[in-house]
């Protein structure tokens, strides 16, 4: 039987939203299965950073992969704007990792320098500025800012309007959402593979997981290994106010709205979605210091979420050698790589070269036996 979908894409998140919008437009005949409203997503609660900086110790190659993604973003914003007439709120201006003391500023300058050091590493421009030169960019610092790291390649976007762009570019490429379709499991059939859903079964030439820290469960059914956990993570968000932070930093930006966002904490081993006053009031506290005009403005929103973050942070895409035609597609900063994934992974899974094209990101890399 010929299944009436050339791929099923499993979760509708960032993540495989983009690879589904960008299946699409290969031409290929694409579903994509996802839960109800009522999902965890990682892809509604983040902080909507385009970030370079940080990226890629321990892996080049992840540097470069970010990078490529923050250039293509600005042909990216303005395809979905042509296709679906929404503003996806891109800027560029570059970002900020803002220090509150000498040791957190040396820190800082030696991770980046760290990340430079290595050998394939290509050199990721940034500077580490004292805090004459940050208050030159942003005057509203306070006086506790000792200085701060600045890598022209960061930005920001409104990933809430993101997540809308992807999903409605992708139904106008022809492809079908499927909510209310759970997949409980996943089979290598003659043909392809079979998902068994909440709706019942849907049948598919290829198969692509990407359903956020759910792949985890369903990798091993065709002979993948996901290797996410959940980290959790909490956001503050203030009232709106009149511009004043012209550019990101990675725990204060204002959104395009006026809305300032408090970001963002780290938590391991914490599978609730509660939000901890304890945490909330840290994140504040340091958010005043570097910026004390906060002080006068009322918080309107709080949220806690779960990030799906992969074994070494890096991303993973990889092909079953068991069952050639299912991949998996994980990744911890799926707004900074959507455009990666619509124009560069997805043509690649559409072509079955993932393993060949990006060896890098495979999963064989936590295979203890190439562990050296
Ligand atoms: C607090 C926080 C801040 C962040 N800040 C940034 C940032 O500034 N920049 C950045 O680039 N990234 C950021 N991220 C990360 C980014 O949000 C994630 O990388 C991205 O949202 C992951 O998308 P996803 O599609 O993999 O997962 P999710 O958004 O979790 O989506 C998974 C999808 O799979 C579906 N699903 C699950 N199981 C099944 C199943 N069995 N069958 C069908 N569907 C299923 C779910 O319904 C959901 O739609 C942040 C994350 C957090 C939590």
């Not at 983040?46 to 250039?71: C, H």
């Not at 006086?143 to 390649?153: D, H, K, N």
Request: charged residues 20%; negative net charge; proline residues 6%.
């Amino acid at each position: 039987m010929t299944p009436e979908y050339d791929i099923a894409v499993i979760g509708g998140g960032l993540v495989g939203t983009a690879i589904a919008y960008g299946l699409a437009k290969t031409g290929q005949r694409v579903a994509l299965l996802d839960e109800d409203d009522r999902a965890r997503r990682a892809s509604v609660a983040n902080f909507s950073l385009i970030w370079v900086q940080t990226k890629g110790l321990g892996m080049p190659e992840y540097s470069d992969w970010s990078r490529g993604a923050a250039d293509l973003w600005p042909a990216f914003r303005d395809e979905i704007a042509a296709l679906t007439e929404i503003d996806l709120a891109f800027t560029r201006p570059g970002g900020f990792h803002l220090c509150l003391s000498e040791a957190e500023l040396e820190a800082r300058a030696s991770h980046l320098a760290r990340i430079n050091a290595q050998p394939t590493m290509t050199p990721l421009p940034y500077e580490i500025l004292g805090h004459n030169a940050v208050r030159e960019m942003m005057p509203d610092i306070g006086p506790e800012v000792v200085g701060a790291s600045y890598c022209p390649l960061d930005g920001q976007c409104n990933s809430m309007r993101l997540f809308w762009g992807l999903h409605t570019a992708f139904g106008r490429a022809g492809g079908h959402y499927l909510s209310n379709h759970r997949v409980e499991t996943l089979v290598a059939s003659a043909g392809g593979f079979l998902a068994r859903t909440d709706a019942g079964p849907i049948a598919a030439g290829k198969v692509v997981i990407a359903a956020g820290n759910d792949s985890q469960r369903l990798a091993p059914m065709v002979g993948l290994n996901a290797q996410v956990r959940p980290q959790r993570g909490q956001v503050l968000v203030t009232e709106r106010m009149k511009p004043f932070l012209h550019y990101p930093t990675i725990t204060v930006r204002q959104a395009d709205e006026g809305s300032v966002m408090l970001g963002d904490s780290i938590e391991e081993g914490n599978p609730s979605l509660t939000v901890g006053t304890d945490v909330l009031a840290k994140m504040a506290d340091r958010a005043m210091r570097m910026f004390p005009g906060l002080g006068n403005v009322n918080i309107v929103r709080t949220w806690s979420a779960q990030r799906v973050m992969t074994r070494d942070g890096c991303p993973v895409y990889d092909e079953s050698r068991e069952h050639p035609g299912a991949f998996i597609a994980n990744c911890h900063s799926g707004v900074t790589l959507a455009p990666r994934h619509a124009q560069t992974l997805a043509p690649l899974i559409a072509a079955s070269r993932v393993s060949t094209e990006l060896p890098v990101f495979g999963t064989g890399r936590f295979d203890v036996s190439t562990v050296h």
